[in-house]
């Protein structure tokens, strides 16, 4: 079709990418295009109400009434936080596990049955909130039981689900047969952080199914009535579980791209390894964080599952954010190139978009939406964040600056090694990574001000000129909403451009040649050829690095602590 | 503690300082696209923050004086850093290779001693009389009294027999009431104090329940408040 799943395999069906060496199958290589595709599609659609959204919440624009605004809503939360995240994520499945390993998909008629279920699922939850009439309820992505939605939004969000299980089956099929071939020997890396991923993601999905098959059930008037308190937790588990794959998906993704295309080397495995298992054990538990306003659950509760048992995964997170530097200058280092504090950082290739996108990714995803993840997690600061803009700040700094930027960064990979096409434009590619973190970083950090700095409440239409029938005005943030507003415009111009260079190169860029990728390949090499152990080398750039990072999360968090003091006083 | 020992504490901590300062050198005049870029985006994001937090101390301690200085550092780092570190500094760089004219070579030399007085001579002016863009307002949040009314009355709505009673606690603010159901318009009352009946059967059932919607509008026909309510069905 279009020449897009045509590559040169041999006669066992294998071909060796000339960037990652890697022996590629026929069988993993046409679904993971597929699923990348299908992703793309639904940024695409997610991005259009990026833009009717972003131009309602800048009131100078003002651009949707309050009735058609949670649809449209609910349309850019659907599109965006599930289903280019999901597709995407079962793509980067088989990338980690067939790929990595060097072996075919197995039963790959499961990786299209799952492509068209959770296809199937998508369009119906598409249609079924687009076409949201009353008494029903545009469900955005916090579909709570008894706002009453259509019940062909309940019933596509159970065969989507149904769909991503039934996709992730090939990929456990093929580490099964992998390690019954292999019994004593470990899994690569970067097919370890996909079988976290993978765990995760059953884990989310069956608390979904629980969920929104307990919602259908009773929308169809099957069963009388629903326990709300009960819902929000088995909610939860796939609400939160979702973006945990996310996370997971996008450190995989990081270890990877840092390594084919900057040269990195893992400075210890058992440490990273080590980091994966902690997520397994904890950060599920950080979806409590949304429940930490809700009177049904005892603060005993709340204060384990956030403030106790979450800092392990934040633990795993720290440890990622000072590993994955460490290998970048350590590999760097290794290789001769870059000396100095920072040589082996800023003499990095910077023009390649793949690389660019991982770095503003980890950056990005550490300083904005690392840092206030576990403010918003405590229990007590969380009180100054909930149902704030400032939410919506934390987790446009997460998936949006965090993943979406990674797996943009993957996307640019995919075109050139798997759909083997040059871009349309080299140039823009470069530009592009550069145009969408940084405008989305400004306006995720205004996201942030408004809510934490005023107040304003998310999901509202109207706050700014007048909150309805009120007194109460939150005129004064209109300086930083009109900042929001003007850079939200450049991120979206930022995400055309990515849409325009990636659909536009897999249609019509110019056909690569086996040995035409090498532009991307690492300076030195992927292997660094000689030179000591990777622990012989200084790694005091990614030390003052951390010392940075760790002077942003002390500030902030102080800040944060002092903003909650001021707000009574207890005594006289 | 020995001679020795000191000599050595101090010659540590000599170094170490000096070794800071040409790493800091380095960093400022480091020049290459990428260096341009990383300084420029993160002064601004530096330039944000102390914009913001300065502000914000300020609001609970106004009595701070010196964050009016914070404040202005940050508000002129926004444009100042990425001013500096992609036009300015690879500018005077530029000059020092090839400037011939005795002005040019002085500018080229003196060019980032000049560059840092302009900043900081701003600085200083913008903290001892601050702009208003420079200064968030935070004391804004409630109204004087000048606005619309706070709307905010309670429904209150009883059930007798086949009719469904709802009365407003003030009336105050609201032009007119409109009662939906589904997509089903109800009425629409006009007058105060917007007591109305409506009749059961003329309601949706949503999932087993009689269901109905009230909103109180404005002149404009703006809705000020929403209230959803839900009647027993018939027999219950």
């Known amino acids: 079709m279009l020449g897009l799943f045509d590559n040169d395999y041999g006669p066992d069906g294998f071909r060796t990418c000339s960037v990652t060496g890697l022996r590629i199958h026929r069988s993993a290589e046409n679904p993971t295009k597929l699923f990348a595709l299908t992703a793309i599609v639904a940024l695409l659609v997610g991005g259009i109400f990026a833009f009717t959204v972003a131009m309602t919440r800048w009131e100078f624009v003002g651009l949707l009434e309050a009735g058609d605004f949670y649809t449209h809503l609910s349309m850019h939360a659907w599109n965006l936080l599930i289903f280019w995240m999901i597709f995407m994520e079962i793509a980067i499945l088989y990338v980690g596990g067939p790929m990595v390993l060097g072996r ?33 309820e545009a469900p955005l992505l916090t579909a709570y039981v008894p706002n009453p939605s259509e019940p062909l939004f309940y019933a596509g969000v159970i065969v989507f689900l149904l769909g991503a299980t039934v996709a992730a089956l090939p990929f456990f099929a093929t580490l099964w047969v992998e390690k019954r071939e292999n019994a ?13 991923t993978a765990v995760i993601a059953v884990e989310a999905i069956l608390g979904g199914l629980a969920a929104f098959s307990y919602a259908f059930l009773w929308r169809m008037e099957i069963i009388a009535s629903v326990d709300a308190a009960i819902y929000r937790q088995l909610y939860w588990i796939a609400g939160h579980g979702t973006q945990q794959i996310n996370l997971v998906a996008m450190i995989a993704v990081w270890y990877f791209l840092t390594h084919v295309v900057g040269g990195a080397e893992v400075v210890s495995e058992k440490v990273s390894r080590t980091a ?20 049904a659950v005892s603060t005993g509760w709340r204060i384990f599952n956030t403030s106790y048992a979450f800092y392990g995964a934040t633990f795993a997170s720290l440890i990622h954010a000072f590993a994955i530097p460490a290998g970048i200058e350590a590999g760097r280092r290794r290789r001769g190139l870059g000396g100095g504090l920072f040589g082996w950082l800023t003499g990095a290739p910077w023009r390649n978009p793949m690389f660019s996108a991982t770095i503003f990714s980890i950056i990005l995803f550490g300083f904005l939406g690392g840092i206030t993840g576990v403010i918003m997690g405590q229990l007590q600061l969380n009180m100054t964040w909930h149902n704030t803009l400032a939410t919506v700040g934390h987790f446009h700094a997460t998936v949006v600056l965090g993943t979406t930027v990674a797996f943009m960064g993957l996307t640019y990979f995919v075109i050139r090694t798997l759909f083997m096409r040059q871009f349309i434009s080299p140039k823009l590619a470069s530009v592009q990574p550069y145009l969408y973190s940084g405008a989305m970083a400004i306006a995720t950090l205004m996201l942030m001000y408004v809510g934490i700095l005023y107040g304003v409440p998310r999901r509202t239409t109207e706050v700014v000129e007048n909150i309805p029938g009120t007194e109460f005005s939150l005129s004064a943030a209109g300086p930083l909403f ?37 532009d991307i390949t ?17 790694m005091r750039g ?25 707000l009574w006083k207890i005594g006289l | 503690m020995t001679d020795r020992t000191s000599s050595s504490v101090y010659s540590f901590a000599s170094g170490l300082c000096r070794r800071t300062w040409n790493d800091v050198l380095s960093v400022y005049y480091a020049n290459t696209p990428i260096w341009r870029v990383l300084k420029s985006v993160g002064l ?4 944000f923050f102390c914009w913001s937090a300065s502000n914000l101390l300020l609001s609970y301690r106004p009595s701070w004086s010196f964050l009016y200085f914070v404040a202005a550092y940050g508000f002129a780092l926004i444009v100042w850093g990425p001013l ?38 701003i600085v200083l002016v913008l903290g001892i009389a601050p702009i208003s863009p420079m200064l968030l307002d935070f004391g804004t949040l409630v109204d004087d009294g000048t606005g619309s009314p706070d709307v905010d009355p309670d429904l209150e709505c009883t059930v007798v027999d086949e009719l469904v009673e709802c009365s407003l606690s003030d009336p105050s603010g609201i032009d007119h009431v409109v009662v939906t159901s589904g997509e089903v318009h109800v009425k629409t009352v006009e007058e105060p104090p917007y007591d109305f009946e409506i009749r059961r059967s003329n309601l949706e059932t949503v999932l087993g329940q009689k269901q109905f919607t009230v909103e109180l509008r404005d002149e404009d026909g703006a809705t000020l408040r929403r209230y959803k309510r839900t009647v027993p069905t018939d027999g219950e």
């Open chain 1, 276 to 295: 994966f298992i902690l997520y397994l054990f904890f950060i599920n538990l950080g979806a409590a964080h949304h429940l930490l306003s809700d009177p």
């Open chain 2, 44 to 47: 601004l994001f530096f330039g």
């Open chain 1, 184 to 196: 004593g020997q470990t899994l690569p890396l970067v097919t370890f952080a996909a079988f976290t």
């Open chain 1, 522 to 538: 690492p300076d030195g090499g992927l292997a660094a050829d000689g030179g000591e152990s990777v622990h012989h080398y200084e």
């Open chain 1, 542 to 566: 990614t030390f003052v690095l951390c010392l940075v990072f760790l002077t942003a999360f002390v500030i902030t968090y102080l800040l944060n602590w002092y903003l909650l003091s001021q």
């Open chain 2, 84 to 121: 500096t570190h992609l036009a300015l500094l690879p500018w005077v760089i530029r000059l020092r290779r090839t400037a011939n004219h005795p002005l040019t070579r002085t500018v080229a030399r003196k060019g980032s001693m000049l560059n840092l007085s302009i900043f900081l001579t």
């Open chain 1, 104 to 136: 075919r998909l197995s039963i790959p008629i499961l990786a299209k049955v799952g492509w068209a279920t959770m296809v199937l699922g998508a369009v119906a939850v598409n249609y079924g909130i687009w076409t949201t009439t009353a008494p029903n």
């Open chain 1, 482 to 518: 009109s900042v929001f507003g003007v850079f939200a415009l450049l991120a979206i111009a930022g995400g055309v451009l990515f849409l325009v260079l990636a659909v536009g190169s897999v249609l019509f860029g110019k056909r690569i040649e086996p040995g035409d990728n090498d």
